[in-house]
Nanobody, 124 residues
């Protein structure tokens, strides 16, 4: 699976941004697609994930309500809508894919395919 993320940029605190991740190379029905982020000086952390076939979603508890993950089957694209952005959301955001057969995908563990990151910077 090849993944191409885009949509990052500079946004003011309180604003919104939508990231996109286009997938190619394999049928995505047997995968979960996730978003992760790595802030300056921080470890990479799980943001959200969606099972491609069923649409089931899971989120990091701290981001529920502000971030929404979705997918467009026809475009083979997964999105991350980010609202009420805060400076702490500044990070490089990555999309990734996990086989749905893994029991750990809802927890953001064991993702085997990764795209390049897209930078999100939130200014005050």
């Amino acid at each position: 699976v090849q993944l191409q993320a885009c949509g990052g940029g500079l946004v003011q605190a309180g604003g919104s941004l939508r990231l996109s991740c286009a997938a190619s190379g394999r049928t995505l029905g047997s995968y979960a697609m996730g978003w992760f982020r790595q802030g300056p000086g921080k470890e990479r952390e799980f943001v959200a994930t969606i099972a491609w076939r069923t649409g089931y979603t899971y989120y990091a508890n701290s981001l529920k309500g502000r971030f929404t993950i979705s997918r467009d089957n026809a475009k083979n694209t997964v999105y991350l809508q980010m609202n009420s952005l805060q400076r702490e959301d500044t990070a490089v955001y990555f999309c990734a894919a996990s086989p749905i057969s893994s029991p750990y995908w809802p927890r953001g563990i064991g993702y085997t395919y990764w795209g390049q990151g897209t930078q999100v910077t939130v200014s005050s």
